[in-house]
């Protein structure tokens, strides 16, 4: 199936604010928050969206406490992972800043991330089971990813199961955000299976996207230097899709990494950028998620009365923008 991208809707297309952490916190900890936004308004803005008893933003009336809740232990999960992804991958730069690894070390950083987890677990508490097991779950997926990713030097996975790991590693908080906003507001049960299934489709297209800006954006977009996957013998889709086209090239990357990794990772990425098979093949699939993620999110928008809003407007742009990213 040929899908157009960027994709269009009848829905306005709004990119997300810009990111403006406090600038007490310059060590790189709280630095990568573009995903903790998509959190927070997949889960706000759903309940916002599709609650039968108030439109909260409308009437200017305080959200429900266990909805702040879960979105606040949303993001304290994944800022937790963030940390913890720095030492794993022993990560110098976090948005073009030092790592807290960098300029904490490892014990404080550690510490630091199962603080964050505490404290989101404890927010979580207070809640209703059905939200309590959900976070539960996602938690033990996300760290079911994290631990079956291996490096190309180790093995070589397939397409579907680079899907799998990026369904667990990181569309987990995705699908959890996305079930809890249609939780809290009071959705049939039906409606919640479509939200959380949205939600991980939506996660895994932020993934492949991720994978593709390590070879097409510049440093000064990523926020360290491009190619990592490719310094890092990473299964990122990019670099098995190229292994799948053949290249010889591709094949360094099942070779142990030596003096020379740094010309590799040059010449591959002036490679993926001309090539005209690898990336555009990404991109679909990216967008192919994307476009089921939306066809989702079209399903249980229609059972609403209300006309579209700004909240629902505000949930399908975060599908524009991974989208738009791409290009």
């Not at 590693?169 to 959705?187: D, N, R, W």
């Not at 409606?191 to 895994?204: T, V």
Request: net charge negative; with cysteine.
């Amino acid at each position: 199936m040929t899908l157009k991208c960027p994709m269009k809707s009848e829905h306005d297309f709004m990119p997300p604010p810009p990111l403006r952490p406090h600038g007490h916190i310059s060590h790189g900890i709280f630095q990568d928050l573009a995903v903790v936004v998509c959190y927070s308004q997949i889960c706000l803005n759903l309940s916002d969206r599709l609650s039968d008893k108030k439109n909260w933003s409308i009437y200017r009336i305080q959200r429900p406490q266990p909805l702040i809740d879960i979105a606040a232990g949303i993001e304290l999960i994944h800022l937790a992972t963030l940390l913890h992804d720095d030492m794993i991958d022993r990560s110098p730069l976090r948005r073009c800043k030092p790592s807290a690894l960098t300029t904490h070390g490892f014990a404080q950083t550690l510490l630091a991330g199962d603080f964050l987890l505490v404290r989101a677990f404890a927010l979580c508490a207070s809640l209703d089971q059905a939200v309590i097991s959900a976070t539960e779950r996602a938690c033990v997926r996300l760290t079911e990813g994290e631990s079956i990713e291996r490096s190309l030097l180790e093995v070589q996975p397939s397409i579907d199961e680079y899907l799998e790991v990026a369904s667990k590693k990181t569309a987990s908080l995705f699908s959890l955000a996305a079930f809890s906003g249609g939780h809290l507001a009071g959705v049939t049960e039906s409606e919640s299976k479509k939200l959380a299934r949205f939600g991980e489709l939506l996660g895994i297209a932020f993934q492949i996207l991720d994978d593709v800006l390590d070879i097409s954006a510049d440093e000064a977009t990523l926020g360290k230097k491009p190619g990592s996957d490719l310094r890092e013998r990473k299964p990122s889709v990019v670099n098995l899709v190229w292994l799948e086209s053949g290249s010889q090239l591709a094949e360094q990357l099942l070779k142990p990494i030596g003096d020379d990794n740094e010309d590799f990772v040059e010449r591959g990425l002036e490679v993926l950028k001309l090539n005209t098979e690898v990336l555009p093949r990404c991109r679909e699939l990216a967008c192919d998620y994307a476009g089921q993620a939306r066809r989702l999110l079209d399903e249980v928008s229609q059972s609403s009365p209300k006309s579209v809003s700004s909240e629902l407007r505000a949930i399908y742009s975060l599908i524009d923008y991974t989208v738009s990213r791409l290009y």
